[in-house]
């Protein structure tokens, strides 16, 4: 009996359903019939069986729970009669997959239809395994599979074929198994067997290179054949899809030609007469025929050096280009993206049509030519392309801001000719999308900024009149906000005025209007603030005359929400009132921000590891909030925040990122309630600064935390620091930063006196590299230990972009300093040093273990050796 | 490869959902809730495709329904255009002018034409005369 025909229950629950008004009423409709249909369960008649379940299904479909219905898929599947067993497959497939348990006990059912008499029966059962089967199903019924795939029923082998292509997904270790009857699937001349075979064989090539250097040898002529056949065929009904026949067909044959001519030239030669063909005999306007020729392309470009084709190739695109079709431009874009790495000439003349389309209203198009107008950049055509997209920036979608924001300010970074125009297109940028842009480019800005020692008096007059304007778009108001506080006095005195620039005046009183703006703005995130507390500071000493205006403004923040707020804004306060004598070297002018440093470390805050190993030129990375609020901040935070709390969770470790590694557990603490990671990463930073090469330390307030030996040799800064202040201060600083110290980088000098003394290990050799690890324990603190290691570059080339990762267990903490540099000179010239701090929560139970992974470039191409160590001497 | 197959109305209704990737049933509203976001005020005149976090979507719209197709982002989208548009002549054929409520009614027999078109994502058969005779015949052992 039909348990479709009408008048069954299945088509009155669904008018019943449709009848709803409402989802209440729906809802109760529903849970009726559930309680129906488990009732039925629990009286387990098989007569109902399947209506009930084709009922689930549809209440499955409308989205409620139907787990209880598992079984009875089971059920029916092992019932004898076809109608049973299909909707039962159909139950099976719809409600279930391959991760659920229940899954494994329809394996023998599954394994009993395969050898089924009836082959309806069996094309049920391939139909289910390849939709759903999981590995272990696939490795149990593969044998029977690939019987099936030389069954007499053409229906029976193209369900096996594309059976096959999914068990091989999920093992590909059976791939060789399906080999030998993938081959012979493609003589077939049946459409669809031979379809489904063409698949089998891509898939098996995808997978394994013996298989695909099998159907290379053996099948190539063959395909070309076939494909030739079919280009050449009469009209035929059947498969004619606007006058092509079989395109689907065609696509497929094209796509395993393709694999086979990648990286084989003889293969690539046979086959370029019938692609020159297939290029420019296929009729070109409908879809069919496009998707076609699209296809020929790819295949064209893949395969082996045959200029001739690649002309024809990129001719076609330029056709689809101009299409007034927005399907075919679309995937013209796509197309000339890989067309690009081989012809960037050809591409590059269609510049023009490719610039329109970033500016379409689909969204569609406009992000596939905001990539490729990405790749189409270069020294030559960055400045006009980059005004292009700016001026377009200034009227395109909000939603779109986002992404066009981050295209240009990755162009302008990478291909800035000068400083000054870098500067300009940045602040283009930030008035027109500063809400998109993302924290590393304003810090990436900012770095270049307080490099550019000559622009400065440049660019906080530009910052001034922009964030007049467009005070809404928070990065640009971060900036200026640093800048000003920074330049301040560049700004009124209009010094290192510029040839193009008009002069303004502004006094000092409208600089610290913009400052109080950003600071009261409702709307200004708590980092502005911030920001903008700190620049206040650093007025009140850039201009005298107008401190206690300032002073009243720093007053008024102790009434902040943020805790952090009011404590800064007391701190401040007392700065400004009672330690004039010392404020003007508290809040002397940042030192140059370290560019190479920056660029390593963000380098290294990138999440993907793929993409940082690809290209870590182009990484843009995190962490200049803190030369930001760094200097003060910090040397007041010693003393109230608990010092090694503080810095164990420093840095935005990439590690965490890239590894999994969860280190991150630590770095909520109580009191640090504003930007805490701003507070740690200064400290990061400053270290950073210090250790790697003391050479570079300049004599500023904020170098004195990173001179290593502070306890010894004292250096001028501090003297400054706590001599003339009065006695609280100066101890609660001073002590702090000891603490800091002992916490954080001591110096490995002292800690062969202080600490127990370990032997060094080669951590890691290879024929190109060495590691060497020394190890010192800070006293009073076992479970920490300070490892330094030195590599050292054992091979005739220079690596760059060297990069040291490192990860561990679950009960260790590891921290990595930044190295001393990113370049190692060859054969041992120079060694690149880098420190690293290890917490063992198990000290005296378990010893440290470590794995590691280094990158670099070697003579440009991408190296990447990984290793482990499991060598630590004991006790650490 | 196909990841999914969804079939929804203008109300974002759900009239078919093939899943040819293991996904929670959370993640497959969530899913489904999404494309229909996606594609149901695109204007006639765009592209019918649309990025969909890491692959994209082919969709076509006939009358009030939307035929999305999930696939990698290297598939050739004009291909799967083409295929629905296969996909939509067999069922045509098949239910003789096919309306929505006949795919409402009969839920279970379009998932029967979609097993015999698509197995394991991939196309199975591309003749409309072949899926046709073989739904018939299969229709008869009923």
Redesign the interface.
């Given at each position: 009996m039909?348990p479709?025909s009408s008048g069954t229950r299945l088509?009155d629950m669904?008018r019943a359903i449709?009848a709803c008004k409402t989802a209440a009423d729906e809802r109760a409709v529903v849970r009726k019939e559930c309680a129906d249909i488990r009732a039925l369960i629990n009286e387990d008649d098989p007569h109902d069986r399947h209506r009930n379940l084709?009922k689930l299904?549809?209440i499955h479909?409308?989205?409620y729970?139907t787990h209880f219905g598992q079984m009875e898929c089971l059920k029916l599947i092992a019932s004898p009669g076809?109608?049973e067993k299909?909707?039962g497959y159909?139950g099976l497939?719809?409600l279930l997959?391959?991760?659920q348990e229940v899954l494994m006990l329809v394996t023998n059912s599954l394994k009993q239809d395969l050898n089924h008499s009836n082959q309806?029966v069996v094309g049920l059962a391939?139909?289910a395994l390849?939709?759903?089967c999981s590995a272990e199903m696939a490795r149990d019924l593969a044998p029977e599979v690939e019987r099936l795939i030389q069954f007499r029923d053409p229906?029976i082998r193209?369900?096996a074929a594309?059976?096959s292509?999914?068990i091989v997904r999920k093992v590909p270790d059976l791939a060789e198994n399906f080999v030998n009857a993938a081959a012979s699937l493609l003589k077939e001349k049946h459409?669809?067997v031979l379809?489904?075979g063409v698949?089998l064989c891509y898939e098996l090539c995808t997978i394994s290179d013996e298989a695909l250097e099998y159907f290379r040898t053996k099948c190539t002529e063959g395909l070309i054949k076939t494909l030739r056949d079919m280009t050449n065929s009469a009209y035929q009904p059947?498969?004619d899809?606007a006058g092509i026949t079989?395109?689907?067909?065609h696509?497929?044959l094209l796509?395993l030609l393709r694999v086979l001519g990648q990286g084989d030239a003889d293969a690539s030669d046979l086959m370029t007469d019938i692609l020159a063909q297939v290029a420019t005999k296929t009729e070109s306007n409908k879809?069919?025929g496009?998707?076609v020729l699209?296809?020929c392309v790819?295949t064209i470009m893949a395969i082996e050096d045959t200029n001739s084709l690649r002309v024809l190739a990129i001719n076609i695109l330029g056709r689809f280009l101009s299409n007034r079709d927005?399907?075919?431009?679309?995937?013209a874009l796509n197309m000339l993206m890989k067309a690009i790495t081989f012809d960037d000439q050809a591409v590059q003349r269609h510049r023009v049509t490719i610039l329109e389309c970033v500016k379409d209203?689909?969204?569609?198009?406009r992000?596939r030519a905001l990539e490729l107008v990405t790749l189409l950049v270069n020294e030559n055509n960055v400045t006009q392309l980059t005004k292009e997209l700016i001026d377009y920036l200034e009227i395109s979608d909000e939603d779109f801001k986002e992404d066009l924001s981050a295209k240009i300010c990755f162009i302008v970074e990478k291909f800035s000719p000068e400083k000054l125009w870098y500067i300009d297109q940045m602040l283009k940028v930030l008035c027109e999308a500063g809400k998109f842009v993302k924290d590393d480019v304003w810090h990436a800005l900012i770095v270049v900024i307080s490099n550019a020692s000559e622009l400065h008096g440049y660019t906080v007059r530009a910052l001034y009149k922009a964030v007049l304007t467009y005070s809404e778009q928070e990065t640009l108001v971060r900036v200026a906000v640093w800048c000003i506080g920074e330049y301040g006095d560049l700004l009124v005195n209009n010094v290192g005025m510029l040839g193009i620039e008009d002069p303004i005046t502004v006094t000092e009183s409208d600089a610290v209007d913009v400052i109080e703006e950003a600071i009261t703005r409702h709307n200004s995130d708590s980092t502005t603030k911030a920001m903008a507390l700190v620049a206040l500071l650093k007025l009140s000493s850039r201009f005298p005359s107008i401190s206690e205006r300032i002073k009243d403004i720093i007053v008024k923040q102790k009434g902040s929400l943020l805790l952090e707020m009011q404590q800064r804004a007391i701190e401040y306060n007392s700065i400004v009132d009672r330690h004039k004598n010392i404020r003007s070297t508290l809040v002397d002018r940042m030192p140059v921000l370290d560019e190479a440093t920056f660029n390593v470390r963000r380098a290294g805050s990138f999440p993907a590891s793929a993409s940082t190993m690809a290209k870590p030129s182009v990484s843009l990375p995190n962490g200049v909030e803190k030369p930001v609020v760094a200097p003060l901040v910090d040397l007041l935070d010693l003393g109230s925040d608990d010092i090694l709390a503080t810095p164990s969770s420093s840095g935005p470790d990439f590690l965490q990122d890239l590894l999994g590694v969860d280190l991150g557990a630590s770095s909520s603490q109580p009191g640090a309630t504003l930007a805490p990671r701003t507070g740690t990463d200064l400290l990061m930073d400053i270290l950073s600064i210090g250790t790697p090469s003391p050479a570079q330390n300049s004599t500023s307030s904020v170098d004195l935390l990173s001179t290593a030996d502070v306890n010894s040799n004292p250096s001028i800064a501090l003297d400054t620091l706590s001599s003339p202040a009065p006695p609280h201060v100066a101890t609660t600083s001073s002590n702090g930063m000891f603490d800091l110290l002992h916490g954080l980088s001591p110096s490995p000098s002292k800690e062969a006196t202080n600490g127990p003394a370990y032997p060094p290990i080669v951590a890691y050799e290879s024929s190109s590299l060495k590691i060497e690890f020394t190890f010192s324990k800070a006293p009073g603190n076992l479970q920490s230990t300070n490892v330094q290691a030195t590599f050292t570059n054992l091979s005739p080339n220079t690596f760059t972009d060297f990069i040291f990762q490192a990860a561990v267990p679950k009960f260790l903490q590891l921290h990595l300093d930044p190295a001393s540099s990113n370049t190692l000179p060859a054969s041992g010239n120079g060694a690149i040093t880098q420190n690293l701090r290890v917490t063992n929560s198990q000290h005296g139970k378990k010893s440290l273990v470590m794995r590691m992974r280094i990158g670099y470039k070697l003579n440009g191409k991408d190296v990447l050796e990984e290793g482990q160590v499991s060598n630590f001497p004991r006790g650490l | 490869m196909i990841r999914f197959i969804l079939l929804q109305n203008r109300q974002g209704k759900t009239r078919l959902a093939k899943y040819y990737v293991p996904l929670e049933e959370s993640e497959k509203h969530k899913v489904e809730y999404e494309v229909h976001r996606l594609v149901v005020n695109r204007d006639a005149k765009f592209t019918n495709f649309v990025e969909f976090r890491t692959h994209k979507v082919i969709y076509r719209r006939y009358a009030g329904l939307f035929f999305s197709v999930c696939v990698d982002i290297t598939d050739n989208e004009l291909a799967y255009l083409e295929s629905i548009h296969l996909f939509v002549e067999i069922l045509d054929h098949f239910f003789s002018n096919v309306c929505e409520l006949d795919l409402v009614f009969n839920f279970h027999k379009v998932y029967l034409i979609l097993d015999e078109f698509i197995l394991a994502g991939e196309l199975q058969e591309t003749s409309k005369r072949a899926i046709i005779e073989r739904m018939s015949e299969l229709e008869k052992l009923q």
């Open positions: 039909n479709f088509r669904i449709r084709a299904m549809f479909m409308l989205g729970p076809f109608p299909r909707i159909l497939m719809l997959d391959e991760r309806y391939l139909c390849g939709n759903i229906n193209k369900k594309l059976c292509t999914r459409h669809g379809i489904t698949q059947e498969y899809v079989d395109p689907f067909l696509i497929r796509r879809n069919a496009n998707a699209y296809e790819e927005n399907n075919i431009r679309y995937v209203p689909d969204a569609s198009i992000k | -």
